[in-house]
Structures are given as C-alpha cells and as structure tokens.
C-alpha cells in the first residue's frame, strides 16, 4: 500500500472513485432542473452527464481533486437567474464557468473558499462583463486572483459580493459625463 | 481485508480528512494536498499498532528503558506505556477506528516526546556550538509549537542541521523527532566522559571561529581523535596530540595498505564501544562503526594525494 501515494497509482486511484460517486451525482443534479427551470433553463440527463464529463477533464488539467460531491449544483443555483443565460447556451456556459472556477481555485491558491469566488464570479458576470466569459477569466478574476496572491483578504468580509470595483481599471458610469452629455442634447 | 475495500475505505479517510481541512468550505484540493492528506493518513494508520510491536522506528522503546538511558531524567516510561493503547488485534477493526487509534497514539507520543524533551535540555552540552545550540534548543522548540498530528503527522517540520552520527532516513514525523532526541542524548552522554575543557580545545584546535563555524557532528571529531590517540599510545580523554604525533599517526597509515585502513579502524571502534556500559549505547555506537571507520579512512586517503 505504500505505492498508494505514488502520484501515478494515486491519480488512477482517485479517478477510479470519481467514476464510482457520478452516477450517484448526475441523479442528484437533474434535482436543480426545479429552480431552474423557473428561469426556462433546464439540463437533460445527457447534458448532466456531458458535464460531468467536462468536470473530470478539467479538474485533471488543473490538477485538483474533489473527493465528494461537485461544485456544479452551487454553480447552476447561483448562475441560473442570470440575464445573459439563455437555454441554448446555458449547457456551454456552465461547462466554462466550472472550468473557470477551477482554474481561479489554482490562481487564488486556495485562499478563497468555494462560496467567496462563486459569489465573486456571479456579481462579475452579471455586473461588470455582461455576460462575457472570456472578459470575466481574462479580466476581471485575473485582476482579483493577483490582489489575492499578494495578500488581499477582504472577500473575506463580504463573502466575495461587490468586491470587483476596487480593482477596476476602466472608468464606467459617471453622473458627471452623462450629465454634461444629455445637457449637450438637450441644448 | 479485500483490497478492494481497503481502497474504498481508505479513500473514505481522505475524503473525511479533506473535508475537515478545508471546514468543508471547498468542494477540491489541489494534487499537492490531497498527496499531503493521503501520506497523513497512511502515517497515522501505521501508527495503531501495540506500544512493543510499533515499528517502523528504529527507536527502541523496551531497550532503552530497560538500559537506563534515561536514567537522567524523570522520563515516566510506564506512563509512556501505558498510555499507549492496547488493542489484542487490530485486523478486526475498521479502518476509521484503525485511524483514531493511530491518531491517539500519535498524540501521546508528542505529548511523551515534549515532555522527554524538556527534561532533557537542561542536562544537553552543546560546546558552543551555535548551530548545535539551534537545532536542539530553536529547532525542536518550533517542531512542538508547530507539530501538526492530524493533517501533517509525517511532517517533521524543522531543518536537523546538526547531523547525527547515524540517521534512520526512513522515519518520519514524530518517530524521526523521538529517534532523533534519543540518539542525541546518547552521544551527548559518550560526550560527557570526556573533560570539556578537552572537547572544546578540539573544536578550538580544528576549526578556528568554531562557536560559528563547526558544522559537523561534535562526537565524530572526538571519537576520530581518540582513535589517533590511542594509535599513538596517549590518554584517550585528554584528545590531545601534538603536530609530529599525528604526522606520525598518518605516516603510519599511509604506509598500510589502502584496504586494510578501514578494517584496523574498524577493530578498534568495535573494541571501544563494546566496553559501553549500557546497551542503548552499544547498539548505537557498533551501528555507527562503518560510518566512522569509512571518514575516517577516507581522510587518510586524501592525505595521501
């Protein structure tokens, strides 16, 4: 049993009980269909399972292990009311925002806990990006995830909500612009 | 136990670990600590044998009390014993219950190694050395401070930057802690036969500045010398040779064949430490013997380039 911690048995290993605990899993996910379906967005057995799949490759690439259950049903009950998920999208967008979520678990070096990103990737996804997966990786969580690693600990606080604007870059809404922009139109 | 439920149960543990490490605020951990969670469970399941069958600790109990070698403490060796749980078999039991054992046992052993400690410190001579002096009284220090028995038990934490005559490379965690503080207090008493005043004009003599410099193992310099001492027919304890005296001793060596160096050497290192007077320091000492015997041979053979 000592080769048991060898990373080649313990890789075979791990994902062995993967395989045994998904099933089990991908029953207890068609249970979030009954919130989300009030936002007219749904997942078929076989999409459940397609994500699953995504699920293993991506915790592989980024080399992290979930010994119980997954972090899908957190992201599908925090993403469902979102206003940039439609149906025919809602499969691919949950399949990135588990891959993206995984990645920044890395980037943060685990120094968040899982409610404190989701929160964050959720108020940055709706709020700031609009909906921009790539904006929301490439941008916004980059942004965060070096605040973290050079020791920003303030998500703590607020359990990850409104915490992107401080490390906005761009300046966005500004009273003082549109009023002098509509006092321009009106005159 | 099929390994098919082993593995099962096993992987069980290091969830239950996993989850408890992270207060169940992260549903994944990265490879590097899911290996550290696995090592620890591993550690701490070898952990849940009787206190005479443990192994793998090269550190024996029964031995060393039945030899006094802690004669010079108020160590409470039946305590120690004692508290250590007894369990007639412990193939019938699960693995969880197998890991709490472990785990206990684990616990009592640091808390039995901190105390062993603390009455041992006062009675340790580091010579002056500084980094002997660090290891020992900051090192271990850190190590009880910080010893984590439940997510790291196979981590000894602390750098042992003052070698040992004779390392077990196999033991981890609090066993290399135990294995290390015994073989310590045994040299520090083979030291304490010698007049100080002799060891530390040695440490003077062999390396100028040695209060900083001396990196090496203290008994090893003082059991060379008292080889060539005793080739050179001089008080062994006085650790005292003048220049044409140990010219003479490497003369002398340089003369015998290069093969038949280490086992002259050898002879005299058995002959020395089978006249110890208790056990616990034979068998370290007679263990240590090809150690010895090989520097030092190897130190004539580079005088002889």
């Given at each position: 049993m000592g080769n048991l911690i060898q990373k080649e048995t313990g890789d075979t290993l791990l994902h062995a009980l993967m395989e045994a605990q998904q099933t089990k899993e991908e029953l207890a996910l068609l249970q979030c269909n009954t919130a989300?379906?009030?936002?007219?967005?749904s997942l078929t057995k076989e999409e459940i399972h397609a994500l699953m799949e995504c699920r293993k490759d991506s915790l592989k690439k980024y080399q992290r292990v979930e010994f119980g259950k997954s972090i899908l049903d957190k992201l599908i009950y925090a993403f469902c009311d979102s206003e940039f998920i439609e149906e025919d999208t809602y499969l691919d967008t949950l399949k990135e925002l588990q891959d993206i979520f995984y990645q920044f678990k890395n980037q943060t070096q685990d120094q968040m806990?899982?409610?404190?990103?989701i929160h964050i990737m959720k108020d940055s996804f709706e709020c700031v990006c609009f909906g921009d997966l790539d904006y929301l990786s490439g941008t916004c969580l980059e942004r965060i995830a070096k605040a973290v690693r050079s020791g920003y600990r303030g998500y703590q606080e607020t359990d990850g909500h409104g915490e992107y604007e401080q490390f906005s870059e761009e300046q966005r809404w500004d009273k003082n612009a549109y009023l002098s922009a509509f006092n321009d139109l009106v005159q | 136990m099929k390994e098919e439920a082993y593995i099962s149960e096993l992987l069980a543990l290091v969830a239950r670990l996993t989850d408890r490490y992270t207060s169940m605020e992260s549903s994944s951990v990265s490879y590097e600590t899911a290996q550290m969670l696995m090592e620890a469970v591993l550690y701490t399941l070898e952990h849940d044998k009787k206190a005479e069958d443990f192994h793998p600790v090269s550190f024996d109990v029964s031995s060393a009390i039945s030899s006094n070698a802690f004669s010079n403490t108020s160590f409470d060796t039946e305590s120690y014993r004692n508290t250590l749980i007894q369990i007639e078999d412990t193939n019938e039991l699960s693995l969880a219950e197998r890991y709490e054992i472990g785990y206990q046992n684990i616990l009592d052993k640091a808390l039995h190694a901190k105390q062993w400690y603390e009455q041992l410190l006062p009675h340790l001579d580091t010579y002056g050395c500084q980094h002997y002096y660090d290891t020992l009284c900051r090192g271990m220090k850190e190590f009880f401070r910080r010893y984590d028995a439940r997510f790291q038990p196979q981590n000894a934490l602390i750098l042992f930057d003052y070698p040992l005559l004779k390392w077990d490379h196999s033991l981890q965690g609090i066993d290399l802690i135990f294995d290390y503080l015994y073989k310590i207090s045994l040299e520090n008493e083979l030291l304490s036969w010698y007049p100080k005043y002799a060891v530390t004009d040695l440490l003077k003599q062999t390396c100028p500045g040695y209060t900083q410099r001396f990196m090496d193992n203290v008994c090893?310099?003082?059991l060379h010398t008292s080889f060539y001492c005793a080739a050179a027919r001089k008080p062994i304890r006085e650790l005292a040779l003048d220049r044409y005296e140990e010219n003479k001793i490497?003369?002398?060596?340089?003369?015998?064949?290069?093969?038949?160096?280490?086992?002259?050497v050898t002879e005299f290192m058995n002959q020395l430490f089978t006249s110890l007077p208790n056990s616990a320091m034979q068998q370290y000492f007679l263990s240590a013997v090809d150690h010895l015997a090989g520097n030092l041979t190897r130190r004539f053979s580079v005088d002889d380039m």
């Open positions: 989300s379906e009030q936002f007219g967005l806990t899982d409610d404190e990103l | 090893e310099l003082v490497r003369d002398m060596f340089t003369q015998m064949p290069q093969e038949n160096r280490k086992a002259f």
